[in-house]
């Protein structure tokens, strides 16, 4: 047990009483009781406010806090009910009911001496823009430098084994939806894109796999080209796409065009950064994770969460994902 979990059930449980309508009671309860606030002990009473003296009378010496879900947040009245709790010093917790609240960063201000909860996209700053890009160009103008030696023998050994160009391009969505040529060490066989389209079998299995054949069944896959992708060395030439400015070092994936509509209503979103040579996908699994709907949510966790210092986490834990070659294929 953590230190962190350790503290959590070393608490004392309090008694919480929560209140809104019966499904929003339901719903927050549930949550809660998975989460951190496990050690309260959650009383719902989701018919509506009961009246000021009747609830003083019956839960004050009970209750230690209140959550108020969906219905009743005007508090404006002094005869409001949960008045009581806040003038004997209790706390009042106010809880917003946002579809996928969890993809939003949250705050609390006050305009006027009245309190704010403010729920917005995680965004960089202009400065914090600036101080990415910089970054970026830095650390990918760097690190090409360093792996030029590692380009030459690459693009000797592609040259000399298969018949074709030494890198390969692919059409992928960028900022805004704007679109670009991802740069790749070709890893198939030339016309590989062609073959696929030509295989209705083949196409059927790539989309039902996330847009990529399983391992070890993708007949275009060249022997270098296996190795390639095992190591993950076939991304380096993405260096160029950052130093261009279609890409960032860290960011959700640079994804196909076919493959927005599995973002759904959440695909503005998702577009509103550059894409990433790694970023939450890489580091959590990359081709191992199966499900479709977790690698939009592992992006739009990034898109939340985006700054310099998350990008320097990200950044140190590829590191070893990459030299381990944890679902690399």
Known sequence: ????????????????????DGESCQRFVARANRSQFAHYRFLSQPQGLPSGEQFHINHSPLVDEVFIVGDGFNLSSAAHPVTAFLRAGKAVHLVAEVPDGSLYRH????????????????RLTKLGGWAKRVFDLLGASLLLALSLPVFVIIAVLI??????????????????????SVFK???????AEDELLRCPDMYKQYVAN???????????VTRIGRF?????????PQLINVIK???????????????ISEYGAYAGLFLSVKPGMTGRWQ?????GIREYKRRVELDLEYVRDQSLLTDCRILLRTVPTVLWRKGAH
């Open 107 to 122: 705050s609390l201000g006050s305009i006027a001496g009245i309190p704010v909860l403010s729920i917005s996209a995680g």
């Open 283 to 287: 580091i959590s699994g990359r081709s």
């Open 185 to 191: 060490f070709r890893t198939m066989r030339c016309g």
């Open 228 to 236: 390639l992708r095992a190591t993950s060395l076939d991304e380096l």
């Open 245 to 259: 400015g279609e890409m960032s070092l860290v960011g959700p994936r640079p994804v196909v065009p076919a493959e």
């Open 210 to 220: 996330n847009y990529k054949l399983p391992p070890g069944e993708d007949p275009r």
């Open 159 to 180: 040259k000399v084994t298969s018949f074709g160009p030494i890198l390969f391009k692919q059409r992928r969505l960028g900022r805004r939806g704007s679109q670009f």
């Open 1 to 20: 047990m953590s230190f962190r979990n350790f503290q959590r059930a070393s608490q004392p449980q309090k008694c919480a009483l929560v209140m809104g």
